[in-house]
C-alpha cells in the first residue's frame, strides 16, 4: 500500500482550454513601430498597414474593395477569437529566421488562406488570386475562447496549426525560442496503438505463431472506409473473410479485442514542439527521450489541450533554393513563377530529370508531371494533387481533357481543374454553392479531411435539404454528395451491375460475391497494367443500368458513367462512347 498512498488525486480544471505564451517584442523587433503601437493588438495592425501600403499598388483598383474587406473580416475574426498573439508568434519566429540568414518559402497547408499572413510577410501566397478560404484555417463557428477573471483561454485543440519551414536554422531557432521561453518549450511525444491490420498481426503471429505471410494475407481482411482501416469489430460485421478466421481463432480475436486501442509503441514527433504559458515542470508531464530531449509525455492531439503547438521543419530543399540564389544574379522576389516559361519549358522535357525537384522528385509525382507536363503553377499544383493515392484514377482523365463536371451547376467549381475534383477548397465551393454556410462547408470539409466516416453519413440527407430548399433539386443533391464521397477516399463509386463477374486469384466470380478485402483484377494507373488491388470499400447506389450487346455476343451491364477501354487505349465512360462511336476493347 506505502506505493499506491505515493499518489494522489489531481484536480484538473479548465481542460482544453489554452492561454497563450507572453509575446513580448525588443525595440529591433517592433522597429519604427514601436512608437504607433500601444498593445499587441495594434502592433499586429501597423504590420498589416504596412503590408497593405506595399502591395496594394499591384492590384488592381476595382479589386481593392474585395482585399479590404477580407483584411477587416479576417482582422475581426483574429480578434475575437483571442487568436492576435498567436499570429505574432508565428510572425515572430518567421522574423527571426530571416534575420539568422534563412529562405523562407510561401507557406504549408491552411495557413496560405490567411491574407493577413500573407501581408505580414509569414507566406508568400495571396490567397484571393489563389481562391484559397479563410475558413480553412480558422472557423469562426468552430474554434472558441473564454474569458476567466480577465484572462482570454482559447480552446486548445481548436486553435489554428501552422508548419514553418526553417530550412537550416531550424536549430538555431528553436534554441532562440527555449531562450525566450525557459522551461516552456519542449518536444512532443508520438504514441502508435494496436488497432487494425497491425493489431490482428501481431496477435496471429504470437499466440498461433502464424508466419509473417499469413499474417499479412489476415491483415488484408481489414476493410477501409473512406481511407481509414476499419476497426476489427466492423471487420467482423463487413469482412467475411476475416469472420471466418476469429471464428477459428476466437481466443485470439477476443485477446485482440482487449488489446485494441492500447499503446504499442512510443517515440518523438518529428517536428513538433510545445510551447506552454506556464513553466513545464509544474504543469504537465514531461520525461527525457531517447535523445536526451525533454517532451511532454502527451501525443501531439492531448498536448493541444495544454499548450500552443508549432511545427518546425527544417526541409532542406529550402537551403538548395538560397544555395541556387546566391549563385545567380536574379532574386526570388522578381521571378515570375506563375507562368514563367524557362521554368515550364524544363519541366516538360522527355528528359526531364528529377533530382532537386521538391516533391517532384519522388518516383510517382515524376511519373506524373512527365506525363502532364505542366506549364504554369496551376498545373504543377493539379501534378501534386493527382499523385497521390486514389487521386491518379483522375490522370488520365486530366491529361485528355475528359473529365465531367458532376453538373452544369457545379460545373464552375471544376473548371480549372478539368472538371475533376482535385482539392478541398473545391469541396468548399461546391457547398457554398448549393446554399451551406462557409462555416459549414468548412466543417464538413473537416469531417471529410479528418476522415471521420462516422460523422459522414448524416450529412447526405443535410445536402439534399440544402439542396431542396434552394431549389437545386435531386440531381446536384446526389452530385454534391457524390463530390464529398470522392473527395473522402478518392474512390470511384460502383457502377456495374451485382451479376458482373469480375477476375479474382483463385478464378472468376460475381461481384456481388465479393468483400471488402478481397483482391480483383483491375487498371492500376501507377504501372498502367492490369493488376490485382484489394477492394478498399463497395456501394450500393442504386443508379440505373443499361445492358449493352457486344459485336462478339458478350453483354454488359454498367451505368453510363462506367469505364470501358477504348481503342487508342484510354478509359471512356459508356455515355461518351455511345455519343461518340468509340470502339471499344474485348478479351
Known sequence: MKFLEQFKNIEMKNVNLVRLPNISFTKEEKGILAEKAENNEQFLQQLVNEGWKKFRDKIPEKKKPVYLERIKEEFEIVKDLGFIDYYLLVWRVINKARQLGAFIDWGRGSAAGS???????????????????????????????EVIDGVT?????????????????R??????LKKCYPNKVCKISSVSTFSGKILVKDVYKIINEASEEDASHLADTIGKVFGVVEDIEDSYKNSEKFRDWADRYPETYQTALKLRGLIRGKSTHASGYFISYYPLDKFVPVEINKEGELAISYEMNTAAKFGIKLDLLGLICNEIIKNVFELIPEKFEDINLDDN?????????????????????????????????????????????????????????????SGEAPHEKLAPVFAETRNLPLYQEQLIQALVTVGFTPDESEYIRRIIGKKKRDEMPKWKDKVFEICEKNNFGEQVAEATWKVMLDSADYSFN??????????????YSLISDINIGDKVKGYNPITDKDEFVEV???????????????????????????????EDLKMRPLKEIIKYNWKIITD
Open 153 to 169: 483561454y482559447i480552446q486548445g485543440d481548436l486553435a489554428p496549426d501552422v508548419d514553418i519551414n526553417l530550412g537550416g536554422v
Open 494 to 507: 460502383k457502377c456495374v451491375s451485382l451479376d458482373t463477374v469480375i477476375e479474382s486469384p483463385k478464378g
Open 536 to 566: 478498399v470499400n463497395i456501394y450500393n447506389n442504386e443508379v440505373e443500368l443499361y445492358e449493352i450487346e457486344l459485336e462478339n455476343g458478350h453483354k454488359l451491364k454498367c451505368s453510363l458513367d462506367h469505364k470501358i477501354m477504348c
Open 341 to 401: 516559361e524557362e521554368v515550364y519549358t524544363h519541366l516538360q522535357r522527355e528528359d526531364l530529370m528529377p533530382y532537386g525537384l521538391y516533391q517532384i522528385s519522388a518516383d510517382c509525382a515524376y511519373r506524373v508531371c512527365k506525363n502532364i507536363r505542366p506549364a504554369n503553377i496551376a498545373h504543377l499544383s493539379d501534378v501534386n494533387a493527382i499523385a497521390r493515392p486514389g487521386a491518379l484514377a483522375y490522370e488520365k482523365d486530366y491529361i485528355n481533357f
Open 115 to 145: 491574407l493577413i499572413f500573407y501581408l505580414i510577410g509569414v507566406t508568400g501566397v495571396d490567397p484571393i488570386d489563389k481562391n484559397l478560404f479563410f475558413t480553412r484555417f480558422i472557423s469562426k463557428t468552430r474554434a472558441k475562447k
Open 171 to 176: 536549430d538555431q531557432i528553436i534554441e532562440w
